[in-house]
């Protein structure tokens, strides 16, 4: 899995299918189902960290669920596009308002299955509604009500289902196809100088929480954890709320690391972190 995720870490899942469409999707998920074999949907492989000991069961890779279209002001894509790939053909279409997530790795349904969040703007605040399979494999759709209803900050009614995102509609503004872009690429390059691309990693590893008074990487900083590592992975050195892989780094280090700053920042600050980052695999007697 380490050629799957941004951290490049991760052991070897059991079984691995990358479906065409809606069907083939369906038909995976009724075959594991009868066999009893556990699933998980992979979007960009950002925001996870897999065991070494890789993931039983089956993956099931999204990456060519990938249609988008245009109708007016609204985009509707699927869940495996990159997500950064629609902010780049919404631009090209003169239509702002994905601009502020160029540059983010992850794909569609990873975004709104996060509800993806940067420059103080949440995809949720340009969604319009999520076309998705339920537990019982039917096609089914959430509406903006609903949205607004449900979704909060990097939290979405996803996280706490087994409901499988197959494509998400956004309300998007009318531009100007170069000022989108420049602002676009002022977003990347703030990424780019902050460091964001230097080494492998899933961005930001805890939430920030506004009763904090200061962004969690502040506050991680504040510890002098800046540059703690364990193997090959490594609290950034220019950012705190980073961890990288500065070479062959094992996923065990970076958890350890992860639970050694939620630890330390508790036991000397009184601060409860809640990591962004799923464990994904098998993690026992690790």
């Known amino acids: 899995?380490?050629?799957?995720?941004?951290?490049?870490?991760?052991?070897?899942?059991?079984?691995?299918?990358?479906?065409?469409?809606?069907?083939?999707?369906?038909?995976?998920?009724?075959?594991?189902?009868?066999?009893?074999?556990?699933?998980?949907?992979?979007?960009?492989?950002?925001?996870?960290?897999?065991?070494?000991?890789?993931?039983?069961?089956?993956?099931?890779?999204?990456?060519?669920?990938?249609?988008?279209?245009?109708?007016?002001?609204?985009?509707?894509?699927?869940?495996?596009?990159s997500i950064s790939d629609l902010a780049k053909?919404?631009?090209?279409?003169?239509?702002?308002?994905?601009?502020f997530i160029y540059g983010m790795p992850g794909t569609v349904g990873g975004a709104v299955w996060m509800n993806a969040r940067c420059y103080n703007i949440s995809i949720s605040d340009i969604l319009m509604s999520v076309e998705?399979?339920?537990?019982?494999?039917?096609?089914?759709?959430?509406?903006?009500?609903?949205?607004?209803?449900?979704?909060?900050?990097?939290?979405?009614?996803?996280?706490?289902?087994?409901?499988i995102i197959l494509s998400a509609t956004f309300k998007l503004d009318k531009g100007n196809k170069n000022d989108i872009q420049k602002n676009m690429e002022l977003h990347k390059q703030d990424r780019e100088n902050k460091g964001h691309y230097k080494y492998p990693s899933a961005g930001s590893v805890f939430k920030n929480n506004r009763t904090f008074g200061k962004p969690t990487g502040i506050i991680i900083e504040?510890?002098?954890?800046?540059?703690?590592s364990k193997g090959a992975a490594e609290i950034a050195e220019f950012h705190g709320n980073i961890i990288v892989n500065k070479?062959?780094?094992?996923?065990?280090?970076?958890?350890?690391i992860i639970d050694y700053t939620k630890k330390l920042v508790y036991e000397k600050l009184g601060f409860n972190l809640e990591p962004e980052i799923q464990l994904i695999g098998d993690w026992e007697k690790i």
Do not use: W
């Not at 998705?132 to 289902?161: G, M, R």
């Open 1 to 81: 899995m380490n050629l799957h995720t941004t951290f490049k870490t991760g052991g070897i899942a059991d079984f691995f299918a990358i479906p065409e469409d809606y069907n083939d999707i369906i038909l995976l998920l009724e075959f594991t189902r009868e066999h009893s074999i556990p699933v998980f949907i992979l979007g960009g492989g950002a925001n996870i960290l897999v065991s070494d000991k890789g993931i039983r069961g089956l993956i099931i890779d999204m990456q060519k669920i990938s249609n988008f279209s245009f109708h007016n002001n609204t985009c509707t894509a699927e869940a495996g596009l």
């Open 89 to 99: 053909s919404a631009a090209d279409e003169n239509l702002q308002g994905l601009d």
């Open 132 to 163: 998705y399979l339920d537990k019982n494999l039917d096609f089914k759709t959430l509406e903006f009500e609903d949205i607004q209803n449900n979704f909060a900050y990097k939290q979405s009614p996803f996280q706490n289902s087994s409901n």
């Open 222 to 228: 504040s510890l002098g954890l800046k540059g703690y």
């Open 247 to 256: 070479g062959e780094a094992r996923s065990e280090d970076i958890r350890d």
